[in-house]
């Protein structure tokens, strides 16, 4: 019954349905990894005030050149608790403008901390408000405090998509924190993330705000990896039922069961006027006989 399957058409039906089938699990498993890396970070964002923190040059490669930052770490390491020790060099600080918290927009101060080996990690201070004058007036930036510094914070990836850096308001001015695109503009050997400050010794100044860290949405990832599990379900089931109607012959319009005739139209009575119903039907048709009957000649 089912030998039609060996046929090239079924044959290559069959081949393209396993290869569809077999992509969109892949996917899925994509999809599902996606979904535990987005987990394990807002694992670590939840437990930042929890678990202890582990020196940054123990987790991070250390930059070797000035302009050229250290290698990237990647989004295993992506909000990790550190910590690290090092005197802040303001004659580099950069302001990151257009930035919001709450419903304002105002800026987010990073400052390079100077590691005693002359390598140096951007530290993100926190977020102060513009000006009076709008949202890209200058903002008013507390010191960084002199000495020695000690900040615990959470490794922030470098942003993508960089943007031009100027100077402006006795800063480094730009929209976004890309590490490799400040590196170049820095005399000193720069790590290849920059830290989101939590705590400090001694303590940061009140007027900065701490910028908040939104979770990741991994349920996202985890309805999608369903969903094209279910969708390699559907196209290996779509395969079946379409051979087990080739099997009975139901694709074959020939022997398909007839279609029943639709039931005659009563003719009408006149034009424009309502069909006439059975009765009226045979009535009419009886007197349109009696009249041919008494037609001259139609008994010859």
């Known amino acids: ?17 396993v290869v569809a089938a077999v992509v969109m699990v892949m996917l899925g498993n994509w999809q599902l990894r996606r979904y535990h890396e987005r987990t394990d970070i807002n694992d670590r964002i939840d437990s930042a005030n929890s678990v202890q923190a582990v020196p940054l040059t123990s987790i991070l490669t250390a930059p070797t050149a000035a302009g050229t930052p250290g290698a990237a770490p990647g989004k295993a390491l992506a909000w990790t608790k550190v910590t690290l020790t090092g005197r802040y060099d303001a004659s580099y600080e950069i302001q990151a403008r257009g930035r919001t918290v709450g419903s304002e927009v105002g800026f987010e101060i990073v400052t390079p901390l100077m590691l005693d080996d002359g390598t140096a990690v951007l530290v993100d201070r926190g977020w102060v ?48 924190l890309s590490v490799p695109r400040l590196a170049q503009e820095l005399p000193f050997p720069v790590y290849g993330a920059y830290v989101l400050l939590n705590e400090q010794t001694p303590a940061a100044d009140p007027a900065f705000v701490q910028v908040p860290i939104s979770h990741e949405d991994s349920w996202q990832n985890g309805g999608y990896a369903v969903q094209w599990w279910l969708f390699a379900v559907m196209a290996l089931f779509l395969y079946g039922w379409q051979a087990r109607r080739e099997a009975h012959g139901l694709n074959d319009p020939d022997k398909q069961a007839p279609v029943s005739q639709a039931p005659r139209v009563p003719k009408k009575a006149a034009s424009g006027q309502r069909p006439l119903d059975r009765v009226e039907a045979a009535d009419l048709k009886r007197k349109e006989k009696e009249r041919d009957l008494a037609a001259p000649g139609a008994g010859d």
């Open 129 to 176: 408000p513009a000006g009076d004058t709008g949202a890209l007036a200058a903002p008013e930036v507390p010191a960084a405090p002199g000495g020695r510094v000690t900040v615990v914070g959470q490794i922030h990836l470098s942003e993508s998509r960089p943007a031009a850096v100027e100077r402006r308001d006795g800063r480094l001015d730009t929209r976004r």
């Open 1 to 17: 019954m089912y030998r039609f399957l060996l046929t090239p058409r079924w044959l290559a039906a069959f081949a393209l349905t």
